[in-house]
Nanobody, 116 residues
Framework: QVQLVESGGGLVQAGGSLRLSCAASGMTFRIRTMGWYRQAPGKERELVATFSDGGGTAYADSVKGRFTISRDNAANTLYLQMNSLKPEDTAVYYC??????????WGKGTLVTVSS
């Protein structure tokens, strides 16, 4: 299995920036893809950004041009750089990893609050 620990959340004013990190440990050699999801109060969890099998990236329309997903394979760490934050970006952000033949794993999440 894999353990995922997110960090970097916090309170920021609208227009500000935050960088989230997700440290992976355990069977990291089985990780196929990784991504970021978020869940706002009263809403379903939604995809924010992800790496695909081929190494490409995909973003939710609502964050395109503002958020950037990146990774450090040597450090087994996934990042999400969030710029020009808006109050509607307020949510718990979760790291997700899809493992080869081992299913999907989630971190416990990190809260991002954007004040207007």
């Amino acid at each position: 299995q894999v353990q995922l620990v997110e960090s970097g959340g916090g309170l920021v004013q609208a227009g500000g920036s935050l960088r989230l990190s997700c440290a992976a440990s355990g069977m990291t050699f089985r990780i196929r893809t990784m991504g970021w999801y978020r869940q706002a109060p009263g809403k379903e969890r939604e995809l924010v950004a992800t790496f695909s099998d081929g190494g490409g990236t995909a973003y939710a329309d609502s964050v395109k041009g503002r958020f950037t997903i990146s990774r450090d394979n040597a450090a087994n760490t996934l990042y999400l750089q969030m710029n020009s934050l808006k109050p509607e970006d307020t949510a718990v952000y979760y790291c997700n990893a899809l493992l080869i033949a081992r299913g999907t794993y989630w971190g416990k999440g990190t809260l991002v609050t954007v004040s207007s």
